[in-house]
Nanobody, 119 residues
Framework: QVQLVESGGGLVQAGGSLRLSCAAS????????MGWFRQAPGKEREFVAA????????YYANSMKDRFIISGDNAKHTMYLQMNSLKPEDTAVYYC????????????WGQGTQVTVSS
């Protein structure tokens, strides 16, 4: 079992930045893929970015790859999402997720953290 706890959300003006954190505990996550997803009101959940704890290259949704940076700290079992040049359309609940590398779907989820970008 893996527990994920997000933090770092909040209210920010358009053009500002936020850094989200996801602390992982439980089973070792060294052989897991870790991802960020978001869900805006009235919309489906969408993929934001993912990274492998083994250190393989991170990857992003095309619409966010120029503004968001995903990273991980193995020693702290914590994943981060640095979000820059935020836009009102980035307003959503952001979720941290984890899956074993061989899995096709994420099966561990955090409770989410709200990000609100004002215009």
């Amino acid at each position: 079992q893996v527990q994920l706890v997000e933090s770092g959300g909040g209210l920010v003006q358009a053009g500002g930045s936020l850094r989200l954190s996801c602390a992982a505990s439980g089973r070792t996550v060294s052989n897991y893929d870790m991802g960020w997803f978001r869900q805006a009101p009235g919309k489906e959940r969408e993929f934001v970015a993912a990274i492998r704890w083994s250190g393989s290259s991170p990857y992003y949704a095309n619409s966010m790859k120029d503004r968001f940076i995903i990273s991980g700290d193995n020693a702290k079992h914590t994943m981060y999402l640095q979000m820059n040049s935020l836009k009102p359309e980035d307003t959503a609940v952001y979720y941290c997720a984890a899956k074993v590398v061989a899995a096709t779907q994420y099966h561990y989820w955090g409770q989410g953290t709200q990000v609100t970008v004002s215009s």
